[in-house]
């Protein structure tokens, strides 16, 4: 029991591990018996699944804990990522789905070696880990870590640990049938925790009429200027679009649910569900920022959820809701993580160099490699007091330096049929080169560093915007070693494979498909919720 919680919350709590070791262990159980079936929870994955499973891996402790620090600190123009990313998740269901599911791959790295060749396949695999480490696992643990450690006054390598294990039992014993499902109940928790605490807090400070009279005005514009070091416009909409391209249409932590999925039918539904419930996190995780910069304005932003539920505001019960969703957050992106890294191993490392492995040795392997990334978990714990208290613009920033070449050589090879193998490689070799630097130079913090003019250089551009760079700088590789040497046998093979992988089937038959009265009702729906983000930066701008 937790002494400093009510008899009521740790009822809630105990009662919200117990429902999730019970469907993670007990409702996947016997469902592993290929790699199918424990990668890809056997390819039969409904529309609500994939939609909740897409969300739930998305949302996480640095996305609670984040989103409402960056609130308390300067408003809801970081909520733009969360918007913006309708968009993109709408274009992941309508145009990249359909060319994932038709190829018939398992990994994001398998379609990137059938599309160009190994080495692409190689140098993606190995940075999917590194960023699932780096930008996933450490942020998660440390986020929420953190958060125990204030609320619940638990030690935050203890707390880690604990939800290090928990994860990775269902996680290794069930695969991606006991991710998924878990994940169906752990985002109902996570949504009503965080509505809860909203309501409530909303309702501490006097409602929307005091939310608006007692915060600055500036902290609700939403396009800042260009000049502005974290959230510029320009950034904003043309570079944050590039991360969102990569993280919601190439990353395997994210399509694999859509492998996963019974359909191309099933796949694009699920993605118009995740849209939709992408519109949520502003009002229900950011505004809990605000909230507490006006009950606590002396506090560390990172503490402003914290402070929330450490206050009277929450009636006996309700606090264990919020809390319970909480521990849904995290669990659900680190069982994502630790499936998505098995299935990168397993069928990218393993596989190749074994190609006479069985069904149920890859089987085997998938749950060792997971094994060892939750062990490496618990190893990676003592080291996260390392990491930037902003943290969800941390991870932004991270991910601004690794997504551009990879992000680029999805776009232009699903789009562009002359580009080749050598100037896949040289755009992510080239392009990735440029970002390790910048990512080391953020790191080092040497006061010498600023005195070498070109170092100070690139430091001294936003993150958005040297992801604009570095996205043009890759396809400007990309296209002069693709034009520079084309085979006659690199066509032949691009030629096939546009034919068997369906290449343009997103884009053609999105106006095929309009013929079909359900299609035409996901195509209505979809300028819905396009319809929603515009109307949504009217009210804010006007």
Known sequence: MISNLSLYDNLIII??????????????????????????????????????????????????????????????????????????????????????????????????????????????????IFAYIFTKISITLFAGGMLLSEVLGWDMFNSAVLLVLVTGIYT???????????????????????????????????????????????????????????????????????????????????????????????????TLLAAFLKVLPVFILLIPGLIALILYPDISPDQAFASLLNSDILPLGIKGVVIAGLFAAMMSSLASAFNSTAILFTLDIYKPRFPKSSESELVLVGRLSTVVMVLSAILWIPLLKLLSNQMYVHIQTMQAFISPPIAC?????????????????????????????????EWIQYPAIKDIVFFNWILSINYLHFAIFLFIFSSVILIALSLQEVKETTKENINEFFTVGELGLGINSTFNYTKSRLIRGDLFFSLFLILIVFSIWGILLF
Request: charged share 15%.
């Open 409 to 441: 050589v999805f776009i232009f090879g699903l789009l562009w049929k002359r580009a080749n193998s050598r100037g896949a490689f040289g755009a992510l070799i080239g392009g990735g080169s440029i970002g390790l630097l910048r990512l080391i130079l």
């Open 172 to 270: 290794v014993v069930g695969g991606m049938s006991s991710v998924v499902y878990t994940q169906i109940f752990q985002t109902i928790v996570l949504i009503a925790g965080a509505l809860l605490l909203t309501i409530f807090g909303m309702n501490e400070i006097g409602g929307v009429s005091a939310l608006t009279s007692k915060i600055p005005e500036d902290f609700y514009t939403i396009f800042k200027p260009m000049s502005d070091p974290d959230f510029p416009w320009t950034g904003i909409i043309f570079g944050a679009p590039i991360l969102g391209i990569w993280y919601w249409c190439t990353d395997q932590y994210i399509v694999q649910r859509i492998l996963s999925a019974k359909g191309i039918d099933s796949a694009r539904k699920g």
């Open 15 to 128: 009662l919200y591990f117990a429902v999730v070791l019970y469907i993670g262990l007990f409702l996947s159980k016997f469902k592993d018996k290929n790699t199918s079936d424990y990668f890809l929870a056997g390819r039969n994955l409904g529309w609500f699944a994939v939609g909740i499973s897409l969300f739930a891996t998305n949302i996480s402790s640095e996305h609670i804990v984040g989103l409402a620090g960056a609130g308390y600190k300067g408003g809801i123009a970081v909520g733009q990522f969360e918007w913006m990313a309708v968009f993109i998740i709408i274009i992941l269901g309508w145009f990249f789905a359909p060319v994932f599911i038709k190829s018939g791959v398992f990994t994001m790295p398998e379609f990137l070696g059938k599309r160009y060749d190994n080495r692409s396949r190689i140098y993606l695999t190995w940075i999917s």
